[in-house]
Nanobody, 124 residues
Framework: QVQLVESGGGLVQAGGSLRLSCAAS????????MGWFRQAPGKEREFVAA????????VYADSVKGRFTISRDNVKNMVYLQMNSLKPEDTAVYYC?????????????????WGQGTQVTVSS
């Protein structure tokens, strides 16, 4: 069994920053891809960023490239999403996910485990 718990969401003004955290527990993640997705009201859950557990490979959605950074702490089993220069269109519930693959995965249905989500609201 895998447990993922996100934290760090909140309300921020446009141009501001937030750092999301995801705590993973329950089994070994040494070979798994970790990713962040988001879902805005009335929209599908979309890919944001992903990293191999080693951190050697990362991928970002075009909409966040250059503004968001995914990172991880293997000792603590934590994954982070640093979000800078936030825009109102970044407003969504952000989810942490685990894909049981060594290589980067960016498709929602390749992720087997999800956290409960954390709300990010960016005001204009």
């Amino acid at each position: 069994q895998v447990q993922l718990v996100e934290s760090g969401g909140g309300l921020v003004q446009a141009g501001g920053s937030l750092r999301l955290s995801c705590a993973a527990s329950g089994r070994t993640f040494s070979t798994y891809t970790m990713g962040w997705f988001r879902q805005a009201p009335g929209k599908e859950r979309e890919f944001v960023a992903a990293s191999t557990w080693s951190g050697a490979s990362t991928v970002y959605a075009d909409s966040v490239k250059g503004r968001f950074t995914i990172s991880r702490d293997n000792v603590k089993n934590m994954v982070y999403l640093q979000m800078n220069s936030l825009k109102p269109e970044d407003t969504a519930v952000y989810y942490c996910g685990v894909a049981p693959y060594r290589n980067i995965r960016t498709t929602r249905n390749e992720y087997s485990y999800w956290g409960q989500g954390t709300q990010v609201t960016v005001s204009s």
